[in-house]
Each structure stands twice: as structure tokens, then as C-alpha cells.
């Protein structure tokens, strides 16, 4: 490690930031409950929980900041050294692809079998390539989650060309390309004009968060002239602007450069907040994080595979208990939180007992240093 960096704020990669891990798993919950809302408003002409969720897309652009701060923490030392590209590639992959190909087999042959379930095209080679390579195409991937997962990987490959090219003719490319997604958010404020899947992906202005929270591990990493309370205000500034956000909406959460200003911004203050705050706080005997309950910082390390799996479990849930007269009987807001519990239950069983596993197959004999799932969902 570099003596010039602030080495008190520096995290080894084995260590958890187990505030972020709390976040992650409360996105992931939004999420989850934003989906749930529009599933019995869809299917069944009913509101669930008072459309208090309705805005819980908001999650995905906390993932969003969340990831190009784990990213550029984990990573930044390696820009500019080719060498380490093909270690970094790999752990991107093994964290992204395997869990996702799972699931996403596990739903295609519903297709086949009752097409009426989707659109008409989930069949075609061209659906099922695209969704399970996650490129950029006219149409959602099978799995719809995937389609966070296509501007996820876009931000890995850009850090891998940071890593694997030396010199400033990449970080230059980087720089015109952060300013032509800044110039979206600014100015024309969607992608919706541009007709080519792959230049939306490209200048989608969401992808702004993620230079969000590489800017926010950048300052963490610099950051421990500042006290605590410092970056205690920050996280409750981020928690109250979030809180307003999702609640008001004043820019409407549909709004891709509204949710860069409003959710984007807000869930930068949070983790830039609450990483200092709890890194700053390792000083002392006693972490301010110390006490989280281990039941939060698990089911922030099972957010992904929540995230990838409580679409076909949602579903299937319903249609399960509108089989059986649950739905009948119980209602759909019970059977809508029912839904709930059971997504957050598979979701930790995967984790557990396939995901983990998984991995640590995967990355034997490599480094053998831990790391969190990714932050999309």
C-alpha cells in the first residue's frame, strides 16, 4: 500500500462495510416491494400497502452508486497495471453470470411451454442470446432484472479498459464518455431519441450513479482528516433527501435524469455517509456499526440473488395461491406481503446453500479473498 494514501480509511478486501451490506439488502427489499405493488395492480385492479412502495425502483439506482463505489474501492490500485485485467475480469464474471444463467434456465422452458406467459418472442434465438449474454437489445432480457445487469456489466467493461491500458488515452475515453452521459442528464434527460440499443445503454443517464460512487469511495479514501460526526451528517442528510425522494417525487421516479438528480444524488450522500462513518469509527474499541443485527448484513449478501429471483418467485407465489383459494380468502394484500416473505426465504436459501458454494468453486485457487455480491440487482 502506497504511504501517500490515508491508510486508516482504506479497506482491506477482505473486510465488509456492514452499513453498505444494510443498504443493500434494504434496496433489494424496495425493490421487491415496488414489484409486488404492480403485479396486484395489474393483475388483479387492487393497491397494495397504499402504493406507499411505488417508487421502490429507487433501489436499483442505490445498487447503481453502491457498485461504482465497491468498485473503485476494491479496484482503483489496479488501474494502469494489465496484468491484473484477467484477475479482475474473472471475478466480475463469477459474479454476475453464474447465478444469473441459473435462473434465468430455470424460466425459460415456461415459455416453451405456455407461451401466452410472455410476449410472443421469448422463443427466438435472438431473445434468448441477448438475455443470457446481457447485451443490449430492443426488447428486456427474459429475465427482466437483467436489463440493470447490461449497464453493470457496461461500467466493468470501462474499468477493465482503466486496468488493462496503460497511459491516459483510456481515461480520456472514459472522461468523453462521462460527459456525454452528463449531457443526457442535463440536457436532453432520456435515451428514449437515440435508436440503437446499444447507444442507450451506453449514454443511459443512470449510468451517471455509477461515477457517483466511485467519486464517493474516492473521497472516503481521502477522507479521514474528518470526524465522525462529519460523515454522520452526510449519511443523515443522504437518509432524509432519500426519504423525501421516494415519498414526494419531485422530479417523478420515472424520470431517468430525475432519478440521477434526486435518488442518484441522495444515494450518493448514504454511502459516502455511511462508509466514512463506520471506516472513520474502526479507530476505536467500538465500531459504530458494531451492533447491526447479523440477520441485515446477511440478507444484504443474499440481495442479489433476491434481486435475480423475486420476479418468478412473485409470480409464481400468486399463482400458486390463487390456485388453492388462498387469494380468495386471505386477500391480496396478505397474499402480496405472503409473496414477500417467500421471496426473501428462496433468496436466502440460493444464497446459502447454491450461490456461495458457487463461488467458492469458481475462485479455488485464486486470491481467496471475500467478496460481496454485486450491487444490482
Known amino acids: ?6 491508510r486508516r480509511l482504506l479497506m482491506p478486501s477482505a473486510e465488509k ?22 403485479f396486484i395492480h395489474l393483475n388483479y385492479k387492487e393497491v397494495f400497502a397504499a402504493n406507499s412502495f411505488i417508487a421502490g425502483s429507487a433501489g436499483v439506482d442505490f445498487f447503481f452508486v453502491l457498485s461504482g463505489f465497491i468498485i473503485w474501492h476494491r479496484h482503483a490500485r489496479d488501474i494502469g497495471h494489465p496484468e491484473r485485467a484477467i484477475s479482475y475480469g474473472w471475478r466480475r464474471f463469477v459474479r454476475i453470470y453464474p447465478a444469473y444463467w441459473i435462473v434465468t434456465l430455470a424460466i425459460l422452458p415456461a415459455y416453451f411451454l405456455v407461451p401466452k406467459y410472455g410476449q410472443g418472442d421469448e422463443t427466438t434465438p435472438y431473445v434468448i442470446s441477448t438475455s443470457l449474454l446481457l447485451l443490449p437489445a430492443t426488447r428486456s432480457p427474459l429475465l427482466v432484472a437483467g436489463w440493470t445487469l447490461i449497464h ?11 486496468i488493462a491500458v496503460r497511459g491516459s488515452l483510456f481515461r480520456w475515453v472514459v472522461g468523453v464518455w462521462g460527459c456525454g ?22 449514454f443511459q443517464p443512470v449510468n451517471f450513479e455509477f461515477i457517483f460512487g466511485c467519486l464517493a469511495a474516492w ?7 474528518q470526524s465522525a460526526r462529519a460523515w454522520l451528517g452526510l449519511l443523515a442528510a443522504g437518509l432524509v433527501a432519500f426519504a423525501w425522494c421516494f415519498f414526494a417525487r419531485p422530479l417523478g421516479f420515472e424520470f431517468r435524469a430525475g432519478r440521477v438528480m434526486t435518488f442518484g444524488f441522495s444515494s450518493f450522500l448514504i454511502v459516502l455517509g455511511a462508509a466514512g462513518w463506520e471506516l472513520s469509527t474502526r479507530r476505536r474499541p467500538a465500531a459504530a456499526f ?6 441485515l448484513v446477511f440478507l444484504g449478501d443474499a440481495s442479489y440473488a433476491l434481486y435475480l429471483l423475486h420476479g418468478p418467485v412473485l409470480s409464481l407465489t400468486c399463482k400458486v395461491a390463487a390456485a388453492t383459494g388462498l387469494l380468495r380468502s386471505l386477500g391480496t394484500a396478505v397474499v402480496g406481503w405472503l409473496a414477500v416473505v417467500v421471496c426473501v426465504l428462496a433468496a436466502c436459501a440460493f444464497h446459502q446453500w447454491l450461490e456461495k458454494p458457487l463461488l467458492r468453486w469458481l475462485r479455488r485457487g485464486g486470491s481467496g479473498s471475500r467478496e460481496t455480491a454485486p450491487t444490482t440487482a
Open 290 to 295: 458494531a451492533g447491526l443485527p447479523s440477520a
Open 152 to 162: 453493470e456489466l457496461w461500467f466493468y467493461l470501462l474499468f477493465a479498459g482503466l
Open 1 to 6: 500500500m502506497s504511504s501517500s494514501c490515508p
Open 17 to 38: 462495510i456492514e452499513s453498505l451490506q444494510v443498504g443493500r439488502g434494504v434496496a433489494a427489499l424496495l425493490v421487491v416491494l415496488v414489484h409486488v405493488t404492480t
Open 181 to 202: 452521459v452528463a449531457a443526457f442528464v442535463i440536457g436532453v434527460g432520456d435515451t428514449r431519441s437515440l435508436v440503437h440499443p446499444w447507444l442507450r445503454t451506453i
Open 219 to 225: 473521497i472516503v479514501t481521502r477522507g479521514n482528516h
